[in-house]
C-alpha cells in the first residue's frame, strides 16, 4: 500500500500553532513533518519530499515590524523558487493566520495562473493589516463559504450553515485590504474567495476571511481551522444536539479533503 | 551613520493606531483635529543606496498600505510633534528582529538599531500634545519622549566598568549606620539581620565585598524567602475570637490566652497538605519545594501549577510589569522538575475604580483605568505570543489598590512523570541560556520587599523591565528539545533567572554541593556592567541548566538550530576547607565573593512577630427602599460583577487546541464561565479544570470583615468553579497568594494570622492540599503628604481540578426553555448541633460584605449577624453537586458569589441568547427577600436541572422557579408583593456597559 502523503510543516521562531496543525493533517490521516525555516533554507531541496506544505499560525519572529514581515522576506529571498516548484507540482498549501499574512507578503497569494510563476517574488497586491480596533480579538464569528469558490480545502463545506458554521479567530492583524476594488471584483469572479465573515469582528474588506490562487491548491486563511477538529472545541457544544455531534466536525473536513484528494492521486 | 527610516499609512484616516490615539487624547480631554502616526526605525550601520531602498521596499512598508520615506518627514502645518523611544538599556524587543532581519537582508553585520513612534497632533497646544504623550503614549520610567523627531549622529556607548573589588565596611558600624546602610543602599534588611551579617564578617575579621552584601540581601530578602510568614507569630485577640485554637498544628496556647504559632506557612498551609497526604491523598507529586506543585495527572504525564504576583513593578510600569509577571511565571513553570510545557495561563488583576476623578491619584500613581488597559496589554501580548492559551481569571476593584495594584499571574504546565525532578550533580557545568544579562532589572527582589512611595518611579526605574517574548519562547522551544531525547534529558537540574537573578538561581540550585562562577563568562546586553550587577541582574528570559560535560556538544547544537545563546559559567560542586558547600565568585580570575551556602541558605534570623487581633466594629449601615429590578440592574453594572469579555477577547484562549470549556459562554459568548477546562492530552478523555476564588470583602476590616471567613469563603468559591464545570472535587489542588499590607503593623499580621488559619481549616475539610504558594507583603503606599494607603488583605485561591471526563463538563448558559432551577445550599442536614434560625440569620439570609451592602446596605429587615460558613457542609454540597453534575441530570450549573443569587440567574439568562429561541425565567424570592436575592454566603449553587428529575434535588437544595421561553426575568416576591419584570436584554445592556472600553 502507498504511504499516506506528507504534510510538511515549516516552524520558526514564535510560531506557536504546529502542534495543533500537526494534529489535524495527523487525524486526517497524513503523515507529518516539522522542519525550521533556517533549515529547510539551507536546503530547499527537502522542499521535494512534501506532498502538502503547511504554514502555522503564532507570531513568528514576533510579528515584528508586522505580522509575518520577517518570515515572508526570508520566503521572497530564499525560497522563493523552491516554492514555485512546488506549486507547479500541484502540492496544496495551507497557510493558517500568521501563515496567511506570510503568504500574503510573500506574494504567493492571491497568487498566478498555472505555469505563470514569475522569477522573482511580485509586490503584494493585498494587505492583511490591523484590525479596526487596534486590538487582538479571540473569538468565534459565523462564516460563510461562498459557492463558487476553487478552494479545494473548502469546497465540501459550501453548504455548511447555522451552528456548525462558525470558525476561531485570534489575531490582531487580521484585516484583509485590497489595494482597489477591483482585486476583490477579481478574486470574487475568479472563484478565490474561500471564507467570508458574517460577523465581520476585524473590518475586512469584503469580509474576506480566506483566499485561495487560482489553482484553488494553495489556501490561507485568517481563522484557525486547526482549533476546530472536535465537537468539544465548538465554542458552545454543550448546547449541541447529538444528531449534530454525529457529523463531521468543520475544520477538521479541510484537512481530510486534501489528504484524502492527494491520497487518492495516482502514484 | 544613523540612518532613519519613517512608515506611516498612506490614509491617516483609516490608521487603527492613529484613530486609537485619538480615542485616547479624547479620553483625556484633549480633542486633536488630526493625528498622524509613524513608526519611527534608526540604524546605525553603513549603507550604500541600493541597501537603503531594499530596507525601505522589502522590510519596513507594507506597499499597499503604506509609505516608507528616509529621514524626519516635515510635520503637517501646525502640528505638534511627540516623539517616543525607549530608553537607552531598556529591552527593545522589535530593534532587535530588526537589526538580525537587516543583516540577513543586506549582508552587513548586525548593526545598532533603536525603534521609537512618532505622532503629529493637529489644534492641540504643545502641553496638550505633551500630556496626551503622558498620559497615553509613553511611560517616562522606560521612555523618552521627544518634542521634535530624533535622528542622532550616533547612539551613545557605554564606558567599560571598573571592575576593582570594592569592600564595605560594617564590621564597626553602630546598629544605627546599619539601618541607614539597609535603606539607602537598597538592601531592605532588618537590623537584626544586619547584626547576623556584621558578626559573620567579625567572625571572619574581614569586611564583606559589595557582591557578598548583595547576594546576601537578595537571598534574604521577603520576595526570596518569605521571613513573614516562616516566623514564629505571637497572636492576641481582644474581644471575642471566633478561631478555636485547640489542637492546631505548630500552635502553643499560653496560660494568659496568647498563642504562638511556630513557622505560620508550615503551621497552616503546608500542615493542611502533608495531614492530607498522610489521611490518603496519594496524587501530589512534588509540593511547595519546586518554582511549581506538582500532581499526577495520568499514567505517563503529570501537572504543575504556579501563581506569581508582580505588583510593584506593575505600579510602576504596568505594561512591562505585567508582561515580565507572566513571562517570569512562565519560566517558573519551565524550571519545574526537569522543564514542564506550558499549557495555560491565569491572570487576576486588583485596581482601583476605573472612575478615579484624576485629581484624586496621588503623586507618583498612575490612573487606575491607564494602569488596567496596560497591564492587559501586557499579558496579552506576552503570553499571546508565547502561544500559551490565557484561561482564566477575575478584576477586582478597590480604591485602596490606587497606589498598589496587584497583578497575580499563574502557569501550567505539563511533563512527562519521570521527569518531575532534577539535582545538580557536582562537576556539572553552570549553563546560562537565553537572553543576555543587561542593567535592567536590578534589584527587583529588594524592592518588591519595600513600602512604595511617590520617589519610588524614579528611585526603582532599573527594577523595571520589558519583556521579550520571543526571546523566551526559542530558549522553550530549545529546553523541551534537550529534555526528550532518547538517550535521556541532557541536563541534571534546570531553573530560571527569577528575583535576584544569578544569585538566586545558582544560589539554589548549588546549595547542598556548592559553586565556582566566573562572572565575565555571562553574555552581556551592552558594555558598562560590573561584576556585581551581572550577578544580580534579573535580565528576563533566561534559564539556568546544570549540564554534564559530555553533553554541552549536543546542547550547543540544539542552541544553534533554535537561535538560542548558550555561555558556561562555571561549574558546580565547591567546599570549603571544612567539606562545607561554598558559592565561590570569580571576574577575570580575581576572587570577587566567598560565602557559605549555610549562610545563604538558613543563616537568616527570624525573630518573633507579634500579631493582635481586635475584631472590627464598624456600623452597620441600613440601606433604604430599594426595589429588586433597581438593584440587580445597579449590581450587575458593578464593576466587579460586570462583563469582563473586553478583557477575556484580547487573550488567545485556544492556542494549542486544547480548550474545552473556554472562558466566555453560550452563542453570544458573553456568559462568565466558572472555570475553563482544556484537554491536554488530547488522545485521553480527561480534562484539566482550572478556577480560582477572591473573596476579598468578606475579610476586608475595614468592612467589619474576617480574613479567617474570607480563606474559607476563597477556597470554596474556588471549589464550586471548578465543581460547576465538571472537576471531581475529591481531585483539586490548590494555591495561595497572600497579597497584604505591611505586616510590622501587629493588626496586619494578626489578618494574615487569621487567613492563614482560614486555609488549614477550609484545605483539611475540602481535602484540597496546597502544592504551592506566594506572598507579596508591604503593598502600602506613603503618600508626599505621610499618609498610608494600605490594600485590602488579599488573598487569591487558584485551583486546578481533574475532570474524568470532558464529554461530561457543563456550563452555565441555560440550555432548556422548560427546565426547574434548583439553589443548592450547604444545608447541615443531620448535624445534631443544627440551629436553623441560627443558621438562617448568619449565612441564607445575610447580606453582610455582599455588593448589595457595599452600594446602598444592609436590607433593613435583615439581621445583621455577622456571616458563618462551615466548609464541612461546603465540602459535602460540593459532592452532592458533582455527583448530579457526573449522572447527567443538570443542564446547567453556577456559583453564587459577587451579586448573589439574582445576578447569578442573570448571567445565565444572559449566556443563553444568541441561538434565535428564547429563554426566560420565573423565580421566587423568601422572607427577607432582598438578602435572599442578593446576598454572598459561601457555599452556593444556582442549578438548571431537567424538570422530569427535579424531584431528586429536594435533598440538595430548593426549587426557587422555572425557566420558560419568554425572553424575561420575573422575580415573585412571596413576602412583600414587590415583584421585579426585567427584560433579558435590560440584564445585557446593564452587564455589558460598563467596562466594554
Same mark, same amino acid.
Given at each position: $500500500? ?5 504534510? $510538511?510543516?515549516? !516552524? ?36 521535494? !519530499? ?218 | ?49 541600493? @541597501? ?110 571598573? @571592575? ?30 544586619? @547584626? ?36 514564629? /507569630? ?13 489542637? *492546631? ?342 576572587? /570577587? ?87 491536554? /492530552? ?10 480560582? +476564588? ?59 494570622? *487569621? ?11 475540602? *481535602? ?30 487558584? +485551583? ?117 429561541? @428564547? ?26 436541572? *431537567? ?51
Amino acid at each position: $500500500m502507498q504511504d499516506p502523503p506528507l504534510t $510538511m510543516i515549516v !516552524r520558526t521562531a514564535g510560531t506557536n500553532c504546529e502542534g495543533e496543525l500537526r494534529r489535524a493533517f495527523e487525524l486526517a490521516g497524513s503523515r507529518t513533518e516539522m522542519i525550521h525555516l533556517d533549515a529547510l533554507i539551507s536546503d530547499p531541496a527537502r522542499i521535494e !519530499r512534501a506532498d502538502i506544505l503547511a504554514f502555522p499560525g503564532g507570531f513568528s519572529y514576533g510579528d515584528d515590524i508586522a505580522a509575518g514581515r520577517v518570515f515572508s522576506m526570508k520566503l521572497r529571498t530564499k525560497l522563493w523558487d523552491a516554492l514555485c516548484a512546488a506549486a507547479e507540482r500541484g502540492v496544496p498549501m495551507i497557510g493558517v493566520c500568521n501563515g496567511f499574512q506570510v503568504f500574503v507578503q510573500a506574494g504567493l497569494l492571491p497568487g498566478f495562473a498555472p505555469d505563470a510563476y514569475p522569477d522573482g517574488a511580485p509586490q503584494p497586491s493585498i494587505s492583511l493589516t490591523q484590525n479596526k480596533e487596534a486590538r487582538f480579538i479571540d473569538e468565534w464569528p459565523r462564516v460563510e463559504y461562498p459557492s463558487n469558490s476553487k478552494c479545494i480545502w473548502t469546497q465540501a463545506l459550501a453548504g455548511c450553515s447555522d451552528d456548525p458554521a462558525l470558525l476561531p479567530i485570534a489575531n490582531a492583524e487580521g484585516r484583509f485590504v485590497a489595494a482597489d476594488s477591483a482585486t476583490i471584483a477579481q478574486l470574487e469572479s475568479n472563484g478565490q474567495i474561500a471564507v467570508r465573515y458574517v460577523d465581520n469582528p476585524g473590518g475586512s474588506q469584503g469580509s474576506i476571511a480566506g483566499i485561495c490562487d487560482p489553482s484553488g491548491r494553495i489556501f490561507g486563511l485568517m481563522p484557525h481551522p486547526e482549533r476546530y477538529i472536535e465537537w468539544t472545541h465548538h465554542p458552545y457544544w454543550t448546547r449541541l444536539s447529538p444528531e449534530q455531534t454525529s457529523r463531521p466536525v468543520p475544520g477538521l473536513v479541510m484537512f481530510k479533503s486534501v489528504v484524502d484528494a492527494v491520497a487518492s492521486q495516482p502514484a | 551613520m544613523i540612518h532613519r527610516f519613517e512608515v506611516r499609512a498612506k490614509d491617516p484616516k483609516s490608521d487603527p493606531t492613529a484613530l486609537k490615539t485619538t480615542r485616547q487624547a479624547r479620553a483625556l480631554g484633549i480633542e486633536p483635529e488630526a493625528v498622524h502616526a509613524a513608526r519611527v526605525y534608526l540604524i546605525e550601520a553603513k549603507l550604500n543606496a541600493a @541597501q537603503i531602498n531594499t530596507l525601505r521596499d522589502a522590510l519596513f512598508a507594507d506597499p499597499v498600505l503604506e509609505t516608507c520615506s528616509l529621514g524626519i518627514d516635515p510635520a503637517p502645518d501646525g502640528a505638534q510633534t511627540i516623539e517616543v523611544h525607549p530608553l537607552p538599556g531598556v529591552m527593545d524587543p522589535v530593534a532587535q528582529t530588526v537589526q538580525n532581519a537587516v543583516a540577513e537582508l543586506v549582508g552587513i553585520d548586525p548593526p545598532r538599531v533603536s525603534t521609537g513612534w512618532r505622532y503629529d497632533f493637529a489644534g492641540v497646544s504643545a502641553e496638550q500634545a505633551h500630556s496626551i504623550a503622558t498620559g497615553a503614549l509613553a511611560n517616562t520610567t522606560v521612555h523618552a519622549i521627544h518634542a521634535e523627531p530624533l535622528h542622532p549622529d550616533s547612539f551613545p556607548s557605554l564606558a567599560p566598568a571598573d @571592575q576593582s573589588v570594592v569592600r564595605v565596611a560594617i564590621c564597626d558600624l553602630d546598629d544605627d549606620a546599619l539601618v541607614k546602610m539597609s535603606r539607602d543602599d537598597h538592601l531592605f534588611l532588618s537590623l537584626e539581620e544586619m @547584626q547576623t551579617i556584621r558578626s559573620h564578617y567579625r567572625a571572619l575579621d574581614r569586611e564583606p565585598t559589595d557582591i557578598e552584601l548583595e547576594t546576601l540581601a537578595q537571598t534574604w530578602s521577603e520576595h526570596c524567602v518569605h521571613k513573614t510568614l516562616k516566623s514564629t /507569630v505571637r497572636y492576641t485577640a481582644s474581644g471575642g475570637d471566633t478561631i478555636d485554637w485547640s489542637d *492546631r498544628p505548630g500552635v502553643e496556647i499560653s496560660p494568659d490566652g496568647s498563642v504562638v504559632i511556630h513557622n505560620l506557612l508550615k503551621s497552616t498551609v503546608a500542615a493542611a497538605t502533608h495531614e492530607l497526604i498522610a489521611e490518603g491523598v496519594d496524587w501530589t507529586r512534588s509540593v511547595f519545594v519546586d518554582n511549581a506543585g506538582i500532581i499526577d495527572f495520568d499514567e505517563h504525564n503529570a501537572v504543575c501549577i504556579k501563581v506569581e504576583t508582580h505588583n510593584h513593578p506593575s505600579a510602576i510600569e504596568p505594561y512591562g510589569g505585567a508582561a515580565t509577571g507572566i513571562g517570569g511565571c512562565i519560566r517558573d513553570i519551565m524550571g519545574t522538575g526537569l522543564a514542564a510545557k506550558p499549557i495555560a495561563n491565569t491572570d487576576v488583576f486588583c485596581v482601583a475604580m476605573p472612575d478615579t476623578p484624576r485629581a484624586d491619584v496621588p503623586d507618583g500613581c498612575i490612573h487606575p483605568k491607564r494602569t488596567l488597559e496596560r497591564i492587559i496589554e501586557g499579558v496579552r501580548d506576552y503570553a499571546n505570543r508565547m502561544g500559551i492559551p490565557t484561561l482564566n481569571g477575575a478584576v477586582y476593584f478597590d480604591p485602596r489598590y490606587i497606589a498598589n495594584p496587584l497583578v497575580y499571574c499563574g502557569c501550567i504546565g505539563i511533563l512527562p512523570n519521570d521527569k518531575t525532578h532534577g539535582d545538580a550533580q557536582p562537576g556539572d557545568l553552570i549553563v546560562a541560556l537565553g537572553g543576555r544579562t543587561g542593567r535592567d532589572g536590578i534589584h527587583g527582589a529588594t524592592f518588591s520587599s519595600a513600602e512604595l512611595t511617590d520617589t519610588h518611579a524614579d528611585e526603582f526605574s532599573h527594577a523595571v523591565q520589558i519583556g521579550n517574548a520571543i526571546e523566551e519562547k526559542r530558549t522553550l522551544d530549545a529546553i523541551l528539545r534537550a529534555r526528550d531525547p532518547e538517550s535521556g534529558c541532557l541536563y541534571s537540574a534546570i531553573t530560571d533567572c527569577g528575583a535576584g537573578g544569578f544569585s538566586s538561581a545558582v544560589g539554589e540550585m548549588g546549595e547542598t554541593v556548592g559553586a565556582v562562577v566566573h562572572l565575565d563568562k555571562a553574555p552581556l546586553k551592552y558594555d558598562g556592567l560590573r561584576y556585581d550587577e551581572i550577578w544580580i541582574s534579573e535580565s528576563q528570559e533566561r534559564m539556568v541548566l546544570a549540564v554534564p560535560d559530555a553533553n554541552l556538544a549536543a546542547l550547543q547544537q540544539i542552541c544553534d538550530e533554535e537561535h538560542v545563546e548558550l555561555a558556561v559559567l562555571g561549574t558546580f560542586g565547591n567546599s570549603d576547607s571544612e567539606n562545607n558547600p561554598e558559592l565561590l565568585l570569580h571576574y577575570t580570575g580575581t576572587e /570577587v565573593g566567598r560565602l557559605p551556602m549555610a549562610l545563604l541558605h538558613d543563616g537568616i534570623p527570624m525573630p518573633t512577630r507579634v500579631a493582635s487581633w481586635t475584631p472590627p466594629t464598624v456600623e452597620i449601615k441600613k440601606a433604604g427602599d430599594i426595589d429588586i429590578k433597581r438593584a440587580l440592574l445597579e449590581l450587575l453594572a458593578h464593576p466587579n460583577i460586570a462583563s469582563k469579555r473586553w478583557i477575556v477577547r484580547q487573550y488567545d484562549h485556544e492556542v494549542q487546541g486544547n480548550t474545552v470549556i473556554k472562558p466566555l459562554i453560550g452563542p453570544g459568548g458573553i456568559g462568565p464561565g466558572d472555570a475553563a477546562v482544556i484537554q491536554p /492530552v488530547p488522545a485521553s478523555k480527561q480534562g484539566l479544570a482550572i478556577g480560582c +476564588g477572591l473573596q476579598t470583602s468578606l475579610g476586608d476590616p475595614a468592612n467589619g470583615g474576617d480574613p479567617y471567613l474570607m480563606a474559607l469563603a476563597a477556597i470554596d468559591e474556588c471549589v464550586r468553579n471548578l465543581v460547576c464545570v465538571g472537576a471531581d472535587p475529591n481531585r483539586i489542588a490548590i494555591l495561595d497568594n497572600f497579597c497584604w499590607p505591611g505586616c510590622d503593623d501587629p493588626n496586619n499580621m494578626a489578618s494574615l494570622v *487569621r487567613a492563614c488559619m482560614g486555609c488549614y481549616d477550609a484545605a483539611k475539610a475540602y *481535602r484540597t492540599p496546597f502544592v504551592s504558594g506566594k506572598d507579596s507583603l508591604n503593598n502600602q503606599f506613603r503618600t508626599k503628604d505621610g499618609t498610608l494607603i494600605e490594600i485590602p488583605p488579599t488573598l487569591l485561591i487558584t +485551583g486546578v481540578g481533574i475532570v474524568p471526563d470532558v464529554s461530561k463538563c457543563v456550563t452555565m448558559d441555560l440550555k432548556s426553555d422548560d427546565s426547574t432551577l434548583i439553589l443548592v445550599q450547604p444545608y447541615p442536614d443531620g448535624d445534631e448541633k443544627f440551629n436553623p434560625d441560627a443558621w438562617y440569620a448568619t449565612s441564607l439570609w445575610n447580606a453582610r460584605g455582599s455588593h448589595f451592602e457595599q452600594l446602598y446596605g444592609i436590607p433593613r429587615e435583615s439581621h445583621p449577624s455577622p456571616l458563618e460558613f462551615d466548609p464541612t457542609f461546603g465540602k459535602r454540597t460540593a459532592e452532592k453537586v458533582a455527583r448530579a453534575i457526573d449522572e447527567g441530570v443538570v443542564l446547567a450549573a453556577h456559583d453564587v458569589s459577587d451579586g448573589g443569587y439574582l445576578a447569578a440567574l442573570a448571567e445565565m439568562l444572559i449566556a443563553a441568547e444568541g441561538t434565535g429561541r @428564547q429563554i426566560g425565567a420565573h423565580v421566587m424570592t423568601h422572607l427577607d427577600e432582598l438578602s435572599f436575592a442578593f446576598g454572598e454566603a459561601p457555599g452556593r449553587y444556582l442549578l438548571e436541572v *431537567r424538570r422530569e428529575r427535579a424531584g431528586e434535588f429536594s435533598q440538595l437544595g430548593s426549587c426557587v422557579g422555572w425557566t420558560n421561553p419568554t425572553a424575561n426575568l420575573y422575580v415573585d416576591a412571596c413576602a412583600t408583593g414587590k415583584n421585579a419584570h426585567i427584560s433579558v436584554s435590560e440584564l445585557r445592556s446593564a452587564f455589558l456597559g460598563t467596562l466594554d472600553w
